[in-house]
């Protein structure tokens, strides 16, 4: 998606895929401070962990306490959540006013705090693994909790933010969507992951993570290049 969006606009760049295991993240965030460098994006397991490697946050990346995309600015890194920007083009795409609106976001990590700050002026629970560990902004709930049924049929947002649905597996039980309203899937898959397309049988209204992953890669692309993103060139990369 970015090396089409580079070559659109004849720029002499090339984004490269990197596996960085945990031991290795301090060795990769310095390597970003080189000249030759533009800046990154940070996927699972480290978008929080990035966060004291770096020179500043934005907004968002404040707000959501994640970083997803780091820029190079002089001698400096600066880590951006632009997470927060695409989960606001999906949450438009729904036609979804989060304002006094019940959310239910399954997960806990970077994504999750990041589709809460997208979702300001909702009402929002999490659905975590870890309820008593982690600090979200918003009721939590236990995987394992009863009520979750009931809590998922009468969202009117349902947000998955687990990388659950890349192997036809399904975040909760079809009979625990909700009755009416939005379901957004930050995982992208080829043909929708399982949750998408049940969803839509039932005539809700969806969005998955192909529309998630265009919109805050065109802003990660801005925020490096300082340029507009060629959305047409990086969408023909993508095959939703």
């Known amino acids: 998606m970015h090396n089409a969006a580079f070559a659109a606009l004849g720029l002499d760049w090339k984004y490269e895929l990197l596996d960085i295991a945990p031991e290795g993240l301090n060795a990769a965030v310095e390597r970003l401070r080189e000249t030759d460098v533009a800046g990154a994006n940070v996927t699972i397991p480290h978008k929080q962990a990035v966060m004291d490697r770096l020179d500043g946050l934005d907004a968002d990346a404040m707000r959501a306490r994640s970083v997803n995309t780091i820029v190079r600015d002089g001698g400096r890194l600066i880590g951006s959540n632009t997470d927060v920007a695409g989960i606001r083009a999906a949450i438009a795409d729904v036609r979804f006013e989060p ?57 009117d947002l349902l947000l998955n933010a687990t990388p659950l649905g890349r192997r036809e597996e399904m975040p909760i039980r079809p009979a625990s969507l909700p009755k009416e309203g939005a379901v957004i899937d930050l995982v992208y898959v080829t043909g929708g992951t399982p949750l998408v397309r049940k969803a839509r049988s039932l005539g809700l209204r969806t969005a998955d993570g192909w529309a998630v992953l265009l919109a805050q890669g065109a802003r990660s692309f801005e925020v490096w290049t300082g340029q507009a993103a060629p959305l047409d060139a990086m969408r023909d990369t993508l095959q939703p």
């Open 99 to 155: 304002r006094g609106a019940n959310a239910l976001i399954l997960g806990g990590g970077g994504s999750a705090r990041a589709a809460a700050v997208a979702l300001e002026g909702a009402h929002l629970t999490f659905v975590s693994r870890h309820p008593d560990e982690d600090d979200l902004p918003g009721r939590v709930v236990a995987w394992s909790d009863q009520a979750l049924p009931g809590l998922s049929r009468a969202a």
